[in-house]
């Protein structure tokens, strides 16, 4: 039914394709690409529940904060754990992406990537949360395919292609063809377990308790899935168990990448699971296209050639992988006509149930 007032609006708004992620939260603007790439933290007075820095600024409060004030990470394995929480942060991202374009009504519409593996409650809740922070009309995608659209895979004609989106909080393996999506798995490993796996080596081997931003730093410097040309050390610093005083070692890059082995297995595991069960006319496909891999933990070093090694398929990194989910949101909504068909949910602002599921 047309809206006289949401056709006025549109004509002062903008299209958003955002990527809600776990880790990051990134805000793709129609006709102007990615204007906010932030991390997904938010503190939050600990009683009241008020909000008081959001994004960047939050994650620079992450175990400096006083007994009143808490630090969170809204989003737990790609799904909403804090839903007011949520609701302030996107709302603050939607106005922040609004305020750098100078218009006069934050209402755009709105597509959000989704993990592929939620509930029906779970993609209610993002929704909910979209409509709540001011979207004029929400749209889902799964992730997965969002990653495939972003990173310009041809997912609309009549061969196989397939994603691997390694982020913060899960891991989405797909195989699509004809705009759909054939055969997928969602996995709760991803960056986060690596960090994880990290801490736990550490305390293990050396008695050493780090902290989440140390383990990520670690990570990210010689952090590995296949062994290196040249291997590499880093200065660790922490708190030892036994004496409780601070104290550095030096850890190889061989170290991390046995601490990280278990998880990335795991993932291995899944892709191989999904090639498994993916008809053999696609498979065919698959080793003339290769595998994709997007998201920011795809960017650990030799995970691509792992993966090629592991499945006897290329497997190549996305060209700014982590910006593929966000960036093909938003080319649904430019081009809402023909890739309707892709999204999983939709809806606007008018009461009544949620269309799509």
Request: hydrophobic share 45%; proline share 5%.
């Amino acid at each position: 039914m047309f809206n006289p007032i949401d056709a006025f609006l549109g004509l002062f708004s903008l299209d958003i394709g955002i990527d809600l992620g776990t880790a990051n939260t990134l805000v793709y603007v129609r006709g102007k690409g990615i204007v906010i790439n932030e991390p997904s933290w938010v503190a939050v007075e600990r009683k009241t529940r008020r909000v008081l820095a959001i994004g960047a600024e939050a994650k620079e409060m992450v175990g400096r904060t006083p007994e009143n004030i808490i630090a969170i990470r809204p989003m737990r394995d790609g799904v909403i754990s804090e839903f007011e929480v949520t609701e302030a942060m996107l709302d603050y991202f939607i106005k922040k992406a609004h305020s750098q374009l100078v218009l006069p009504f934050p209402r755009p519409r709105v597509v959000v990537g989704v993990p592929n593996g939620v509930t029906e409650v779970e993609k209610r809740a993002v929704y909910d949360a979209a409509l709540s922070a001011g979207a004029r009309e929400v749209f889902l995608i799964e992730e997965p395919l969002a990653a495939a659209i972003g990173a310009g895979l041809p997912v609309t004609e009549a061969r196989g292609v397939m994603v691997v989106d390694v982020g913060g909080g899960t891991t989405e393996v797909g195989v699509f063809c004809l705009g759909g999506i054939v055969v997928s798995r969602s996995l709760r490993v991803a960056g986060d377990e690596l960090d994880e796996d990290v801490i736990q080596y550490v305390r293990q081997k050396y008695n050493l308790y780090i902290g989440d931003w140390m383990a990520e730093r670690t990570k990210m410097a010689i952090g590995s899935a296949y062994p290196l040309p040249e291997e590499m050390t880093m200065t660790i610093r922490g708190r030892n168990l036994v004496t409780g005083l601070p104290e550095e070692i030096e850890i190889s890059s061989i170290e991390i990448r046995e601490a990280l082995s278990g998880s990335i297995d795991i993932i291995l595991d899944t892709v191989r699971d999904t090639l498994d069960e993916t008809p053999p006319e696609l498979v065919s496909d698959l080793m003339e296209t290769g595998i994709c891999m997007a998201g920011g933990t795809s960017q650990l070093r030799g995970l691509a050639e792992r993966v090629s090694e592991e499945v006897n398929i290329r497997t190549w990194v996305a060209q700014d992988s982590m910006t593929c989910v966000a960036r093909g949101a938003g080319k649904v909504l430019e081009e809402l006509a023909t890739l309707r068909e892709v999204l999983v949910g939709s809806g606007d602002h008018r009461p009544g149930p949620f269309p799509g599921f």
